[in-house]
């Protein structure tokens, strides 16, 4: 087999042993794509795995829209951070934007799918480790940025978190977890190759998983 798909069915199957051997749901297997070779996602989708994530505008849009003509239920999320310059381009290509984090993002959004007449389902990306440098809005600005979606008429469905590298991130993920449930929001994304075993203690939705799958990533990008 080629070994892509023998480690693809590892991890699907493991994600299936680790929930249930502690009664827990299954998360879904995000396969995040960022600079991985478009032969590798072809791979993927043959085989019939339709949830994929990208953290640029930019390099999904080269690629996507001919992968979605070929396999029309894919979904793609958005997993990084999106500029207010991108949101139209986004929006039409994206199925979830996991990265809301600002109020002028929040306005962008709205405006356009007012524009465009469509709506997407989106996630507010928390800094649960206040880090000057990740994205995501801080735990201290969350309520009121969620009221503001709320305002808009945005559908904010969950919560998403990058826990501080060097660090346990089960406390990251509990925090998500508790602040979800308290705003009755029902998605979770959380888990990445080094910590999606962790997650599932956590209740995650899906799992984002790069490396894991496709191996290293090109190191040139940040
Ligand atoms: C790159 C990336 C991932 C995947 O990371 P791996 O460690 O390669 O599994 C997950 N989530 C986000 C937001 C990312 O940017």
Known sequence: MIPLLAKYHQLVATLAQTATNSH??????MAVAKTQPLEKLSVLLAEGHRLFGESRVQEASHRWPAL????P??????????????????????????????PALAQALAKTFTALQVCRPLLIQVNTGSEPQKAGVLPQDFESLLTMARQLDLPVVGLMC?????????????????????????????????DFTIAI???????RVGTALFGPRD????
């Not at 190191?219 to 940040?222: G, I, R």
């Open 201 to 207: 203690d956590y209740d995650t939705s899906w799992v």
């Open 219 to 222: 190191s040139s990008f940040k």
């Open 162 to 194: 990058v826990p501080p590298a060097q660090m346990d991130p089960a406390p990251h993920f509990a925090y998500l977890q508790t602040l979800a449930a308290t705003h009755q929001l029902p998605y979770l994304s959380m888990g990445m190759s080094h």
């Open 73 to 102: 239920e894919s979904k793609l999320h958005l997993i990084g951070p999106l500029q207010t310059n991108k949101v139209k381009q986004a929006v039409l290509l994206f199925d979830m934007i996991e990265t809301l984090d600002r």
């Open 24 to 29: 827990k749901p299954i998360p879904q297997l």
């Open 68 to 71: 979605k003509k070929q396999y």
